[in-house]
């Protein structure tokens, strides 16, 4: 069986963008570490209320982090 995670992919307008994507790799970096097999990242839409990294770069930065594991994009439609 294999197993992935998604990170934290979404803060408050008002929040640090680069505080967030350092979370986002030390999520990734960790999931790296203790055996996940993938990383998702989603592509949300419709939600004024909260900012997110495009999907597509983020996994291109996340890719460095560890080779063996597979990257992947999923999307979620909110209101």
Known sequence: MQFGVIPTYAWPVEGSHREHVTNIIS???????????????????????????????MLGRLAAIDETLDLGVTYFFSE
Request: aromatic content about 20%; cysteine-free; glycine content about 4%.
């Open 27 to 57: 999520q990734a970096e960790l999931a790296a570490k203790v055996g996940f097999d993938s990383i998702w990242f989603p592509h949300s839409f419709l939600n004024a209320d909260y900012n997110r990294f495009q999907p597509i770069p």
